[in-house]
Nanobody, 116 residues
Framework: QVQLVESGGGLVQAGGSLRLSCAASRSSFSIATMGWYRQAPGKQRDLVAT???????NYADSVKGRFTISRDNAKNTVYLQMNSLEPEDTAVYYC??????????WGQGTQVTVSS
């Protein structure tokens, strides 16, 4: 019902930057809390950042000051600007849409690899 498609992942050197995008198919995008999560091999999926429908943001301690989440409701898209990337940031990054009434939906994930 809600389709999320991530893009922008890739391979970068430590200290580099990437910008991830997540495009949502649903017209009710603007009422959802949007988030980015990541999962490294053999580990659980962890929160990276969220942005509410009102624009309030929240970040994991490990990415504060380096990552910025934003949304463009007119384009049904949420972004994650990642600067000063570290090898520890290597993971599959997943887009998430959280609706209070409808539940949570996930994208397919995009690989981010940071080399040292």
């Amino acid at each position: 019902q809600v389709q999320l498609v991530e893009s922008g992942g890739g391979l970068v050197q430590a200290g580099g930057s990437l910008r991830l995008s997540c495009a949502a198919s649903r017209s009710s995008f603007s009422i959802a809390t949007m988030g980015w999560y990541r999962q490294a091999p053999g580990k659980q999926r962890d929160l990276v950042a969220t942005v509410t429908k009102g624009g309030s943001t929240n970040y994991a301690d490990s990415v504060k000051g380096r990552f910025t989440i934003s949304r463009d409701n007119a384009k049904n898209t949420v972004y994650l600007q990642m600067n000063s990337l570290e090898p520890e940031d290597t993971a599959v990054y997943y887009c998430n849409a959280n609706y209070a009434s409808w539940g949570r939906y996930w994208g397919q994930g995009t690989q981010v690899t940071v080399s040292s």
